[in-house]
């Protein structure tokens, strides 16, 4: 009998407020997963979120998470789920967040949570400060009175009571359902510490114990400024036009179509098109771009961007879930929730890793008694191990790691959207490019023409009948009206260059108007038929192309140009030349990529051999593929990737969707403002930029460096506190010095990602 499925709307998320670290969180998606009506539950450590599947309640997933008295709420109420948050506020070290979608949040609400956040900071610090005191009050009374005396021992144990209560009542929890995590490992250690008389380590040891997990949760804290960062961009309110009358509103109210204006100096509040006004525009939040952009009426402008100069009436064009840098912060966020292959390896490790150490634990304490060694000293070498196996760092090493990496990602604009491609990126071996709006900027123009024989096939008067001395301006009043009803890329260059030049295109009736699809146009003015198209049409139609004709038009493809014809039956009138402008950067990334060592650059292209060939020789690829349909792209793929391994393809996002889906890591150029970009390729280059894949491999591959040097590091010094039980010289303090230690050097190591800049 097969189980139903729950449908996505029974998928609900979270946000979780009081996460200490990595391991709780793991407890408490299983706690989550045991609850009654709750079919699957996923925890988002670096988002502070939990999306379950099923039915449970706020107080069904609170009580769930009492054993670190974790606060649950819905990430937002009364919209549709699925749908991106985008407003954070952060206090200390817990973080609560708001979404827009979120009805009714009053000041009084936040308020509250405010003063709910700050009571348990205080509350945290008040119990490890209190314990602190009673500890040093029990060393002076320890050198005044003696070890053994009354007065110490109950100071020392006031300290390990106060400093370790929450900790002994999940451990002594975690024990009875034999669930053997660090907390079970410390609860052991103290209490055992405790039994032999050790009061004084043991109190150290829940001191630095409750350090250390302060000290996890500033640095997740830490790395999850760069998420908020990119939260708190947007404003909140913004001021609305609207039957004449201007008005500031909350952006949840804003409409589309609704006209704000933005003065100089302030950020836009909302995705939507410039109905009014010219300005420079900042907009490195979102594509990581340092220079201003231009905007003017019937450009693009986005939420989070900083208005430099002029007055700007923007027209809403995007409800405030929807806008860009609110599809940015949730993808960012469901990023951190992919478990990279080094995390994914790390929790496995770990549950295997803490039975282990339990098991020598007691190897250590037991064996060498039963063969004349001394109970209580190898008791205490035994709680030693116990304390140094914790894996605090072990475990924060590589989500820390992954979270300041994808963080700092976004804020130059690249959105990697998870652990996963950030460890594929510094793994590729070759990458594919597409050509136009890729390498080349997309927008082609009419760089140069040539008229053959006008006077032969077209009339020598103008559209109005009189005579001209220029019977070109005649054809190319034809050629554009013929373009004018292409929907071709090229057509569009065409048809701005018969405007530029004021030929009367539009004057010109077309009768009997035919796409002939991968060759060109044809139509009928005045019982002439013209045809518009490449050298491939005029071969079907077998008219030839002069010696002068076939040498200008092999110039110009040898130059990277893209040729047009233009003729009759009885032969060519013109030759014109559409160039698509390089991309600036397009030769420094590739350059950048060999570099860094991925030797092999192919460009894949559906332009004929000789345009394609001369943008190679422009950008420094090393392989050309032209002439291709994009299933030809697709086959390529899968070749390169039978032959590299690691390979990423580089596109719009549309219509090179195939390639992308079968590369390793799918890239889409210019994901702002792109939907289609953010939703199907695996990384993002928010701007227009291909300098940013450089800076994004590297970027991947310190990463996955730093998670490699923690791990190594974070097994490493266990191993070498551990092997100190040979020669008896494992304490306490060294075990728990060491756990600390290691804890605080695989933090900041990891931290180090959040400096990362993309270089020019």
């Given at each position: 009998?097969?189980e139903s499925?729950?449908?996505p709307e029974q998928?609900t998320?979270y946000?979780v407020?009081g996460f200490?670290?990595?391991?709780?969180?793991?407890?408490f998606?299983r706690?989550?997963?045991?609850?009654?009506?709750v079919v699957?539950?996923?925890v988002n450590?670096?988002?502070?979120?939990i999306?379950v599947v099923?039915?449970?309640t706020?107080e069904d997933l609170e009580?769930?998470?009492a054993?670190?008295?974790?606060?649950?709420r819905?990430e937002?109420s009364?919209?549709?789920?699925?749908k991106?948050?985008?407003?954070f506020e952060?206090?200390?070290?817990?973080?609560?967040a708001?979404?827009?979608?979120e009805?009714?949040v009053t000041?009084?609400?936040?308020g509250?949570?405010?003063?709910?956040i700050?009571q348990s900071?205080l509350?945290?610090?008040?119990?490890l400060?209190s314990?602190a005191?009673f500890?040093?009050?029990?060393?002076?009374?320890l050198f005044?009175?003696?070890?053994?005396n009354?007065?110490t021992?109950l100071?020392?144990a006031?300290?390990i009571?106060?400093?370790?209560a929450s900790?002994?009542?999940?451990?002594?929890q975690n024990l009875?359902?034999l669930?053997?995590d660090?907390?079970?490992?410390?609860?052991v250690?103290?209490i055992?510490?405790?039994?032999?008389g050790?009061?004084a380590?043991g109190a150290?040891?829940?001191i630095l114990?409750?350090f250390?997990?302060?000290?996890e949760r500033?640095s997740m804290?830490?790395a999850r400024?760069?998420i908020r960062s990119l939260m708190n961009?947007?404003?909140r309110e913004?001021?609305?036009?609207?039957d004449?009358?201007?008005?500031?509103?909350?952006?949840?109210?804003i409409?589309?179509g609704d006209?704000?204006?933005?003065?100089?100096?302030?950020?836009i509040?909302?995705?939507?098109i410039?109905?009014s006004?010219?300005s420079?525009v900042n907009?490195a939040?979102?594509t990581?771009e340092?220079v201003p952009?231009?905007k003017?009426?019937?450009?693009?402008?986005?939420?989070?961007?900083l208005?430099e100069e002029?007055?700007?009436e923007?027209r809403?064009t995007?409800?405030?879930?929807?806008?860009t840098i609110a599809k940015i912060?949730?993808l960012?966020e469901e990023?951190?929730?992919?478990?990279?292959?080094?995390?994914?390896?790390v929790?496995?490790?770990?549950k295997?890793?803490?039975p282990?150490?339990?098991?020598i634990?007691?190897?250590?304490?037991?064996v060498?008694p039963?063969?004349?060694?001394?109970?209580?000293t190898?008791?205490?070498?035994g709680l030693s191990v116990?304390?140094?196996?914790?894996?605090c760092?072990?475990?924060?090493?590589?989500?820390?790691?992954?979270?300041?990496a994808?963080?700092?990602?976004?804020?130059n604009g690249?959105?990697?959207?998870?652990?996963?491609y950030?460890?594929?990126l510094g793994?590729l071996?070759a990458?594919?490019f597409d050509?136009?709006?890729t390498?080349t900027?997309?927008v082609p123009t009419?760089?140069?023409y040539?008229v053959?024989d006008?006077?032969?096939?077209?009339a020598?008067?103008d559209?109005?009948?009189r005579?001209?001395e220029?019977?070109?301006?005649?054809l190319f009043?034809?050629?554009?009206?013929l373009e004018?009803r292409s929907?071709?890329?090229?057509a569009?260059?065409?048809v701005r260059?018969?405007?530029?030049?004021?030929?009367?295109?539009e004057a010109?009736?077309?009768?009997?108007?035919?796409?002939l699809t991968?060759r060109?146009?044809?139509?009928?003015?005045d019982g002439v038929?013209?045809?518009?198209g490449?050298?491939?049409?005029y071969?079907?139609?077998?008219i030839?192309l002069?010696?002068?004709?076939?040498a200008y038009?092999n110039?110009?493809?040898q130059?990277?140009k893209?040729?047009?014809?233009?003729?009759?039956?009885?032969g060519v009138?013109?030759?014109i030349a559409?160039a698509?402008?390089?991309?600036?950067s397009?030769?420094?990334?590739?350059?950048g990529?060999?570099?860094?060592g991925i030797q092999?650059t192919v460009?894949?292209?559906?332009?004929?051999?000789?345009?394609?060939r001369?943008?190679?020789?422009?950008?420094?690829v090393?392989?050309v593929r032209a002439?291709?349909m994009?299933?030809?792209?697709?086959h390529?793929i899968k070749?390169?990737r039978?032959?590299y391994?690691?390979?990423?393809m580089?596109?719009?996002?549309v219509n090179d969707?195939p390639?992308l889906a079968?590369?390793t890591?799918?890239?889409?150029?210019?994901?702002?403002g792109?939907?289609?970009a953010l939703?199907?390729a695996?990384?993002?280059?928010m701007?227009?930029?291909?300098?940013?894949?450089?800076f994004?491999?590297?970027l991947s591959r310190q990463a996955?460096?730093?998670?490699?040097?923690?791990?190594?590091f974070?097994?490493a010094?266990?191993?070498?506190?551990l092997?100190?039980v040979?020669?008896?010289?494992l304490t306490?303090?060294?075990a728990?010095?060491?756990?600390?230690g290691?804890?605080?050097?695989?933090?900041?190591?990891?931290?180090?990602?959040?400096?990362g800049?993309?270089?020019?």
């Open positions: 009998m097969t499925v729950p449908s998928s998320v946000r407020e200490t670290c990595a391991n709780c969180a793991g407890k998606e706690n989550v997963k045991r609850l009654p009506g699957d539950a996923r450590f670096g988002a502070s979120k999306t099923g039915s449970a706020v009580h769930a998470g054993f670190e008295k974790l606060k649950v819905p937002r009364k919209r549709e789920a699925g991106p948050s985008s407003d952060g206090t200390g070290s817990l973080s609560v708001v979404a827009p979608g009805q009714h000041a009084t609400d936040m509250e949570r405010h003063e709910r700050k900071f509350e945290r610090h008040i119990i400060l314990s005191l500890l040093l009050i029990g060393y002076v009374s005044a009175n003696g070890e053994h009354v007065v021992t100071l020392f006031a300290s009571l106060i400093g370790g900790l002994f009542k999940t451990g002594l009875l359902r669930e053997f660090m907390r079970t490992l410390m609860t250690a103290i055992g510490a405790a039994i032999i050790e009061w380590e150290v040891v829940v114990f409750a250390s997990e302060s000290l500033y804290d830490r400024q760069s961009i947007a404003p913004a001021l609305v036009r609207k004449g009358h201007e008005m500031t509103k909350r952006v949840e109210d409409e589309v006209i704000i204006i933005v003065k100089p100096g302030q950020k509040a909302m995705d939507g410039v109905a006004g010219r420079a907009q939040a979102i990581g340092s952009v231009d003017s009426i019937g450009d693009e402008v986005f939420a989070g961007t208005n002029g007055l700007l923007v809403v995007k409800l405030v879930d929807d806008t912060i949730h960012v990023a951190q929730g992919e478990r990279a292959p080094a995390q994914a390896f929790d496995r490790f770990a295997v890793y803490t282990i150490i339990m098991i634990a007691a190897i250590v304490a037991i060498p039963l063969f004349g060694g001394d109970w209580s190898y008791i205490y070498q116990l304390v140094v196996g914790c894996p760092a072990l475990v924060i090493s590589t989500p820390i790691s992954i979270v300041s994808i963080g700092t990602a976004a804020r690249v959105l990697i959207k998870g652990g996963i950030l460890e594929e793994a071996k990458v594919a050509k136009t709006g390498l900027r997309g009419v760089t140069e040539k053959f006008v006077t032969e096939h077209t020598s008067t559209i109005a009948g005579e001209t220029a019977p070109s301006s005649h009043a034809i050629i554009g009206a004018h929907q071709h890329p090229l569009s260059a065409v260059w018969a405007e530029r030049e004021g030929w009367p295109y010109v009736i077309v009768e009997d108007f035919t796409s991968g060109g146009i044809q139509g009928k003015i038929r013209y045809y518009v490449n050298a491939k049409l071969e079907e139609l077998a030839k002069t010696e002068e004709q076939q038009k110039g110009l493809q130059a990277g893209t040729v047009m014809i233009a003729g009759t039956e009885q009138c013109a030759i559409v698509d402008e390089v991309r600036g397009s030769a420094r990334a590739v350059r990529l060999h570099q860094l092999h460009m894949l292209t559906g332009d004929n051999e000789a345009t394609a001369a943008i190679a020789m422009q950008t420094g090393t392989e002439e291709l994009p299933e030809d792209k697709l390529m070749r390169l039978a032959d391994g690691k390979v990423a580089i596109g719009d996002g969707a390639a079968a590369s890591v799918g890239i889409a150029m210019g994901g702002a792109t939907d289609t939703e199907t695996d990384v993002a280059l701007g227009d930029d291909l300098e940013k894949l450089p994004a491999v590297r996955l460096a730093i998670i490699k040097q923690n791990i190594a974070s097994l010094i266990k191993l070498v506190a092997l100190l040979v020669p008896g010289w306490l303090w060294i728990i010095a060491s756990d600390m290691a804890t605080l050097i695989v933090a900041l190591n990891g931290m180090r990602l959040m400096r800049r993309s270089r020019r």
